[in-house]
């Protein structure tokens, strides 16, 4: 039998370690709250000779997300991490990495946007980049967060793919909490990246290549379409690899997590931390007699939308947990995705969005039974007026 | 011991709760169960008020939030019992307090106004200053822990603050820190 190596890490040393595992090429750095932990402790593995990663230190975020699109194009497994604003001000780069189909893999410790500032969790920064082309991966907890960004390169790298991975976990309430883990073994790891060969290089002067050129009304449409495709490859290679890695660590991974959701009629679906803290709850209302399930959404870009829409299946009420806000329009992210998912598949189901959590407001046990509550209603008379609440808020429209 | 045992750890920013918190984490982690510990930040300021959590379980453990009904509370500073309600959520008939205070027992009750409850106290700064030369209280407070709680074997404990000051400490700071640690198993008191 596997002996599992038992690691006690936070979620930021958890993502070091897989760092230190991967040994990338190019790792670009520039620190802010709740990311900065987790390249302190990559600089250690580079001081102390653990990588061989050329480690560049630069002036900000827009630069390092720059030079990590430099090193990929030179044929480099290229890494960088951030948060929230340094996110944010990255954020044109951020869409170039992926339109010129480089394989990035960037941790990114999720926090809320300023303003005001606010140093805490929520999801405004990834989700306000869910449309730049990257592939996003939520992470329940420590050892998801570690498991994903060894997945992540293969899914990047993967040849119907190329196109960059963020792997996203919750500032502080991952990144700085210790627990246990189980870690691969240095050449288990070692074996299952693999050596990158990029597919084109700047550096290789027998098949010169240009990336970025002006590209205008004649073709920039169909590289577009291109890129499309790629994330319509995504899908597939990620449930692959998610079961390759099964195989390896005896933790298989899909696009989402069906729990105990078979035969439920209340339906909370999530992403992030707050997964496993619902799945107490679920555990506590099924010994109560309550037919309650979780979606944990893995891949929210791609979005498994048919395979989800038939997960749901049995469910009477649906109660969709965003931790970010989408201004002006009907409910979250998240929410959107949901309703769209289920347009056209006959079902007339309740469905109520929950916003919670922003800020890092914490999303307690009570709150997430509040939310289950709630559904019992929307079960029995269909999706409310009042379908936007809002999760632990005080004062009006709170729940 | 029960399923899962909970933690709450009030200090002021700078007395060390992160580092405990994550240390009886650490240690519960290299006896075989699972763990968690973190830090609940607020503005990081050198006194403000701030705490810290520590989950120990025979299970993994899934939960992600903050602890409202410890089974334990450990308070780094006794200034902080007429400023933030450290008793909050404990269970009334075995909820168990320390409080690192010149005081004794009855005077953390009076002053918490508290009935029930198992409520220990170690004069930790004193000792810290006598042992470590300066008034960080954490290392202390964990023995203090482990001899009112048999959570975890002190053995344990000391093995994995060996681990943690071997990496840039001088040894006169990891064997200022094992007396302190020491001292307070000894020497906390209750009722």
Redesign the interface.
Known sequence: MRVARRLILTGNDATAEAMRQIDPDVVTCFPITPQTELMHKFAEHVADGDVKTEFVLVESEHSAMSAAVGAAAAGARAMTATSANGLALMWEIVYIAASYRLPIVMPVVNRALSGPINIHCDHSDTMGCRDTGWIQLYSENAQEVYDNILQAVRIAEHPDVLLPVMVTFDGFILSHTAEILEGLEDAEARNWIGNYEAKYSLLNTDDPVTFGPLDLQDYYFEHKRQEIEGMWHAPTVIREIGRAYGELSGRPYDLFEAYRLEDAELAVVALGSTCGTTKVVVDELRDQGTKAGLLKIRSFRPFPEAEIAEALGNAKAIGVLDRSVSFGAPGGPVHKEIKAALYGTGREIGIVNYIYGLGGRDMSMDNIKTAFAGLEKVAREGTPDDNIRFLGLRGEGGV | MPQLTEIRWHARGGQGAKTAS?LV??AA?MEGK??????D?GPERMGAPMRGFTRISDK???????I?EPGMVVVLDDTLLSAVDVAAGTPADDGLIIVNTVGTAADVRRELKLEGRKIFTIDATGIAIDEIGRPIPNTPMLGALMKVSNLLSLDTVMAQIKKKFSHGFRPEILEGNIRAIQRAYEEVVGE
């Open positions: 994550l984490a650490e982690a699972y763990s968690q510990g973190f830090p930040y993994p453990i899934r939960v992600h939030c903050a409202y």
